[in-house]
T-cell receptor
């Protein structure tokens, strides 16, 4: 299974943009890039996903490198409520394929 | 819309005892997942159901763990007998579509298990 690599931790100041990187050098052509985040004492929640083009939603933006070997989750204005563990995972587009391999994620600390 | 429900929220048992966790997915969701999350680590998939059939249980320690999803709705995960290393949060998730381009997994709050 293709794996992802993320920094263990990152810090940000409140109301500043945050760029969370993810490397997935062994990504296959049928893998979608998904991001989830896990707030303290809660289950993970979906943030965003994409295949090749950059994606935006109300929570964040996803920038995908042209060779698809890396991606960046962008929080445009971090708030204290964005402090969480962020996971980058790959999900195969084919039915009945792919494992949800979460890895250990990036712990984001937001300072007031 | 109600989210994924799990019970109990907390459980403390002694090693070699048995324990069972229950999950009720979002109504209409065909795919159900059980994950184990050890403190400081990301969730690890234990088993995945599509309706009431098992899609992937390659990481389930079958000598002590079992899971079922009768009638394709609720699911139970059982550990018998429990070991100290089973102390973790057990997360249940569900999704309506099992395809990487459309799938969004919705997670429950988890059951925190402590084995003494």
């Amino acid at each position: 299974d293709a794996k992802t690599t993320q920094p263990n931790s990152m810090e940000s100041n409140e109301e500043e943009p945050v760029h969370l990187p993810c490397n997935h050098s062994t990504i296959s052509g049928t893998d979608y890039i998904h991001w989830y985040r896990q707030l303290p004492s809660q289950g993970p929640e979906y943030v965003i996903h994409g295949l090749t083009s950059n994606v935006n939603n109300r929570m964040a933006s996803l920038a995908i490198a042209e060779d698809r070997k890396s991606s960046t989750l962008i929080l445009h204005r971090a708030t204290l409520r964005d402090a969480a563990v962020y996971y980058c995972i790959l999900r195969d587009v084919r039915t009945n394929a792919g494992k949800s391999t979460f890895g250990d994620g990036t712990t984001l600390t937001v300072k007031p | 819309e109600a989210g994924v429900a799990q019970s109990p929220r907390y459980k403390i048992i002694e090693k070699r005892q048995s324990v069972a966790f229950w999950c009720n997915p979002i109504s209409g969701h065909a795919t159900l997942y059980w994950y184990q999350q050890i403190l400081g680590q990301g969730p690890k998939l234990l088993i995945q159901f599509q309706n009431n059939g098992v899609v992937d249980d390659s990481q389930l320690p079958k000598d002590r763990f079992s899971a079922e999803r009768l009638k394709g709705v609720d699911s139970t995960l059982k550990i018998q007998p429990a070991k100290l290393e089973d102390s973790a949060v057990y997360l249940c998730a569900s999704s309506s579509l099992f395809r990487g381009d459309q799938e969004t997994q919705y997670f429950g709050p988890g059951t925190r298990l402590l084995v003494l």
